[in-house]
Structures are given as C-alpha cells and as structure tokens.
DNA sequence: GCCAACGTTGGC
DNA sequence: GCCAACGTTGGC
C-alpha cells in the first residue's frame, strides 16, 4: 500500500466538488505529464491513499484524504475531440495517459498550509516543499503520512 | 500579475 | 542528439 499527494486547484476542482460527486468518486483525468503518467500507470494501486492538494491558491495545502479505487487506465478525454484534455497522439489502441479513480474519504477538519507542512521539521523531505517540483502527483512516505495525520 | 523552474518541441 | 524557443505550473 502506497501513499500519495495529488494536486488540484480547488477553483477548477477541489475536495467539495469530489464530496458531491455521485458515490463521491470520480475519476482524475488530464495528467498529461509523462513522469506522473507512469505513476498512474504503474505505481498507483486501488486501496492506496492520497492527500488531496489544493494548488494556486490562497493557502495552499492538504485539504483531506481520497482512496484509489481504482488503478490505472487509459484516459478518454485524451480520444474525444470535444475535450480539452484532447491528444490526437493518443491512440485508443496504445492510449498514452492513464487516470485513476479516486474517492473522498475525508476532509481535514483543520487545512494543513503548506506553510506549516514547510515550517515542521518531520516534513522538510516532502516533495512538495521541494524548490520547483511541479509534478501533479508525488510519492509520500509513511512517516510524513503518519506526520501530517497527526497535525490535522 | 510576475517569474523561476521546469518540460516539450522542433530545427539543425 | 543538441539546445533555443516556447508553454506550463504554481508559489508569491
């Protein structure tokens, strides 16, 4: 069992949209970064955990907690034309993005800034306070998992 | 809105 | 295969 941290702009898609969906699960569709592809593709397993992210805004930080349910496939928004996500590249016989689906599991009852997660020395080897990570979704590892679960 | 830090593209 | 130009991300 891995964990993860996925980000989102809460603007365009945050935790309460993912809370309101039906079954409150949907699927992560868009990534079109290779590093994060193959991670989808071939890391990410149902039963993992992930934080969920909120980006470019005013705090950033982890909102709460959804659950892979289920592991990589290919990403169809990349085959419809109508979609901003599209990618003539992408050929539905050898798909070049894979999501996943994930479900809310539970949102934080305290907003954990990435000021905080910055300033506390349990976190300081989190990738996301790393100068110029950009990638959407990184690895997080038990002990900063356990760290953050106890913050919040 | 700025801009550093990337990743991608494409000419050569 | 190099690398300049361009596009994107995301904190500030």
């Known amino acids: 069992m891995n964990y993860w941290l996925m980000k989102s702009e809460p603007d365009v898609y945050g935790i309460d949209h993912l809370m309101r969906e039906s079954n409150k699960t949907d699927h992560w569709d868009g990534v079109r970064n290779y590093q994060v592809r193959n991670m989808m593709r071939d890391e990410?397993?149902?039963?993992?955990?992930?934080?969920?992210?909120?980006?470019?805004?005013?705090?950033?930080?982890?909102?709460?907690?959804?659950?892979?349910?289920?592991?990589?496939?290919?990403?169809?928004?990349?085959?419809?034309?109508?979609?901003?996500?599209?990618?003539?590249?992408?050929?539905?016989?050898?798909?070049?993005?894979?999501?996943?689906?994930?479900?809310?599991?539970?949102?934080?009852?305290?907003?954990?800034?990435?000021?905080?997660?910055?300033?506390?020395?349990?976190?300081?080897e989190m990738l996301i306070v790393r100068k110029g990570n950009r990638l959407s979704i990184t690895p997080v590892s038990k002990h900063e998992w356990d760290t953050i679960l106890e913050l919040s």
Request: proline share 10%; with cysteine; aromatic share 16%.
């Open 44 to 124: 990410m397993k149902k039963g993992d955990l992930a934080f969920f992210y909120h980006s470019n805004c005013k705090p950033p930080g982890i909102a709460g907690i959804v659950e892979i349910v289920r592991a990589g496939y290919p990403d169809f928004t990349a085959f419809d034309p109508e979609s901003k996500y599209y990618d003539p590249k992408s050929d539905p016989d050898n798909p070049r993005w894979f999501m996943v689906d994930v479900k809310f599991n539970k949102k934080f009852k305290r907003f954990i800034s990435l000021d905080e997660i910055r300033q506390h020395p349990q976190l300081r």
